[in-house]
């Protein structure tokens, strides 16, 4: 049976709130306006974040992005995407379904994850610290990771760098979703054999 290979945030769980209230407080603290949220979203999206930025609050805003983005406090914004539940019990029945994230905190993520009541439908769920392995980049990573479990007829599913790389250098099919932090234009750059536009279009793609 083939298998999908999932990525978890922004791919399944829309990490958008998430990341705003991150960004709002850390303006806050800075005593500085902060951006509307469509606005943030627009240019985090876009790679452009850093041009409504300081230098300095450039540097201080993603020391503190690193140090707080996978705790509690801010993964209780995490929500599944519309209609995840529904394309993973349909493609579990023609796939075996893995999910391989790159997240740091394994506890806060297994309380997510089980919270969430999605693990059913996956065969194995795989938790790689990144951190442990700081002198590789995170598609390098994924790949390392991968060559354990894929085959080239595989696929896998993501919004990231790291997805679509790690899928082609292992030659599986990749397929990229732009509700996370890549918008259409970056997530097309880096080609992908089929690129959608949320988590309901790729069923289509994979079934029919």
């Known amino acids: 049976m083939r298998k999908i290979f999932f990525d978890f945030d922004g791919t399944l769980v829309n990490i958008s709130e998430k990341y705003f209230n991150i960004y709002d407080d850390f303006m806050r603290m800075r005593n500085k306006q902060p951006l509307e949220k469509e606005e943030y979203w627009q240019l985090k999206r876009a790679g452009r974040m850093d041009s409504s930025l300081s230098e300095q609050d450039v540097r201080m805003y993603k020391d503190f992005f690193v140090s707080v983005i996978e705790t509690e406090k801010y993964c209780v914004h995490d929500i599944l995407f519309p209609h995840v539940e529904d394309v993973l019990n349909e493609l579990s029945e023609t796939y075996e379904l893995y999910l391989l994230t790159l997240r740091h905190n394994k506890e ?20 790689v610290n990144s951190l442990s392995t700081s002198t590789m980049e995170n598609h390098e990573v994924k790949a390392q990771v991968l060559a354990s479990y894929a085959h080239p007829e ?55």
């Open 154 to 208: 595989d696929v896998i599913v993501g919004d990231s760098c790291a997805d679509i790389l790690s899928g082609k250098k292992l030659g599986l099919c990749t397929i990229g979703v732009t509700t996370g932090v890549m918008d259409e234009d970056r997530l097309g750059a880096l080609h992908p054999d089929i690129l959608s536009n949320d988590i309901l279009s790729i069923k289509s793609s994979l079934l029919y």
């Open 108 to 127: 806060v993520f297994e309380k997510e994850w089980k919270k969430l009541g999605i693990e059913h439908f996956f065969k194995k769920v795989i938790c």
